[in-house]
C-alpha cells in the first residue's frame, strides 16, 4: 500500500511540476495599439539623471521611450524662472532645479524620447536659498534620524523631532505663483530655447493635490476639493490658451486610499458625498460644458501596492482591469459610492474611471489613462521582473498611455528591453487556460507580418507547459526564436541591447501551434513570422 501510495504521489508532483495551459491566440480580435509611452520611467535629476551620459546610453539601448522629469512633490514649488524648488520631505528646503537644462538634453540628445514635466498649481512656489534650516547639522545631532518638519524660513526644530516648535515663515522662502506663471515654461521653450514641443507633449498638473495639506502643509493647510478643483481649471485653461496641442494629465493621484478620499475626506457637491475620482471625473465634465474648453486628456495616477506577500505582489497588475479579482489592500474603494462600505472588495479602478467618463464626459471622449508613480515591495529580482512585465502586458492590452515606475530595480531594464526592442505596437486578443498564473500577451506589428508573444509564468515554483493555437496569423511550420528571462541574479545585468541577460532558444511550430515550457517566474517571448502570401 506504501509502494503504492509513494508511486501516486510522484505521479501526482510531476503533473504539478509540469502543470499544462492552454493557450489561444487570434491575430484578427481585440486589437489595440500598444502606446510606446508604456516604456518609461521616472528620472530624477537628485540621482544620475540625464546629465549622465550613462544614463542617456542605457535609455537609448534598453528602448526607453518616456521619462517624467518633474520629480513628484518638487514639482509642486518649482520655479521655472528662478530654478528652485522646495523639497517638502527635507524640511522645504530650497534648492536649485534645472528643467531648462534637463529638457535641452533631451531634445539635444534625446530627440526620439518623449517627456513628461508638471504645472504647479498650488499658488505658492520656492522664492529664496537664503532662509534654508541646517539640515546637515540637525540630522547628524540625531544620529542621521529625518524628520518631517516644517523649519526651512527660520522655523526652530521641536526637541522630540516630530512637529515644529516654530514653524517656519513661508513668506521668506515662497512667493505667489498664479496659473500664468506656471504655464509660461511652455513659451519659454517655445521661443526662448526653442525646443521641439512634440517631445513635451505630455504635462502633469501638479502632483497628488489631494493631499496637499499633508505633503506641502507650510502652504496648505485644508485640502478644500472645491477649490482644488478652481485652481486646477485655471491652470487648465491657461495652459490651452498657450498651445491647443499639450495633453493635460490629471488627477495625478496618490495610492489607492487617495484614489477615492482626499486628506480632508470625502468631497461634497450639491449636497451629494462623492468619491475624489469620480468627483474630480465629473467636475471637469461639468467645466468643459461651461466653456467649451478641454479639461483633461489623460486620466494619470499613482499606485503604492500595500502588499508585501510575493502571492499578492505578482497579481498587482490585476488592480486596474480586473473585475473579478478580490483584492486584500481595497480600501479606499469601499468608499467609492460616497458611503463607507466594507464589502467592497474589488477595485478595477480604471474600469470604474471608464464608467465615469462616459458618463460625465459621454462616449468617445478620447481621455486615455496613465500611471505616473508605481512601485512594489519586494527584494527579489525575479519578482520585480514579473510584476513590471505583468504591468506593461496588461497595460498594453488595454491601452494605457503611459506608465513611469518610480524605483528602479535590477531586472527592470532587462523587462522593458525585452517589451521595447522586441515587442510590437498592436495587442490582439489572447485567452489562457489559467489567466492568475500565466499569461500570454501578443503584439503585432505595423505591417502585420511579424507577432511576439510574450509570456510570464508568475508560478514561484511550478513550470507550466504552455500548448499554444493562433488563429488568422499564418506561420510556417518550423522552427522560431525565443528570448527569455529566467533564474536571474540579484544584481543587475542588463548593459547594452547586444550585452545582457537574455537566453536565446528556439521552438518547432506546425499547423499554427507550438508548445513550449516555461520556468518558474520567467518571462518568455515567441517571435513569429507570418508565412508570405507568395508562399501560401
Known sequence: MKTHLFLFFLIALRATVHANVSVSVDAEQDNVPISPYLYGKNVRETDPGVTSDSVRFLIKESGLKFVRMNEGNNSSKYNWRKRLSSHPDWYNNVSTTNWDQSAQLLNDKLPGVKAMYGFQMMGKVAKSEAYNFNSMSYNYSKG??????NLCGNGVAAPDGEMAAVEGDTSLYLQSWPADSSVAIYTHWQKDLQLNMRQFEYWDMD???????????DAVKTCDAEDMMRKYFATAKAARAVSQDMKLCGPVSASEWYWYV???GLPVYKGKKYCWLEYFIMRCAE???????RMLDVLDIHDYPEETNTDEVLQTHRVFFDTTYVYSKAHGVQAVSGEWDSSVNKEYVFVRCQQWLDKYFGAHNDITFGVSEFNVKT???????LSYASMLGEFGRHGVTFFCPWNWYPGMWETLHLFSRYGHCTSVKATSSDE???????MLNASRDSMTILLVNR???ESKTVNMSIANFDVPNGTCETLQLANLPDQETFVSHTKNALQHGQITVGSNAFSITLPALSVTAVRLHKTPVSAR
Open 144 to 149: 542621521g534620524r529625518w524628520c518631517r518638519q
Open 207 to 217: 502632483n497628488e493635490m489631494e493631499l496637499w495639506n499633508e505633503t506641502h502643509d
Open 262 to 264: 482626499t486628506r480632508s
Open 287 to 293: 467645466e468643459q460644458r461651461a466653456t467649451g474648453v
Open 379 to 385: 527584494p527579489s529580482m525575479m519578482v520585480n521582473v
Open 436 to 442: 492568475a498564473m500565466v499569461s500570454a500577451y501578443p
Open 459 to 461: 508560478s514561484q515554483v
